[in-house]
């Protein structure tokens, strides 16, 4: 195998649908798939920017933070806090 290659039964091993990090951030697994996004036009209370509806595929299945990230968590991964 050619460095930076993976080996094709790797991707095949179940992954766990969440994980904590080492610095208790939580992760939760998305797996790939397909979906329509938006709201239909004729849908009550709709706001205009819901549409229009559209076919989303999400080729790889990848991990989504939990929770919104924490200054204090922003801090300890990349070193700094530009919002002061």
């Known amino acids: 195998m050619a460095p930076g290659?993976?080996?094709p039964s790797e991707?095949?091993?179940p992954k766990p649908t969440d994980f904590t990090n080492t610095i208790g951030m939580e992760f939760?697994?998305?797996p790939?798939?397909?979906y329509d996004m938006g709201s239909p036009s004729?849908?009550?209370d709709r706001f205009d920017n819901e549409g229009p509806v559209h076919h989303v595929k999400i080729s790889k299945t990848f991990y989504m933070?939990?929770?919104?990230?924490t200054q204090k968590q922003w801090r300890e991964v990349m070193g700094?806090?530009?919002s002061r």
Not at 65 to 69: A, I, P, R, S, T
């Open 5 to 7: 290659e993976t080996n």
């Open 11 to 13: 991707n095949l091993k």
């Open 28 to 30: 939760m697994l998305i």
């Open 32 to 34: 790939m798939g397909e």
């Open 42 to 44: 004729n849908e009550n």
């Open 65 to 69: 933070g939990k929770y919104e990230v």
């Open 80 to 82: 700094n806090n530009p």
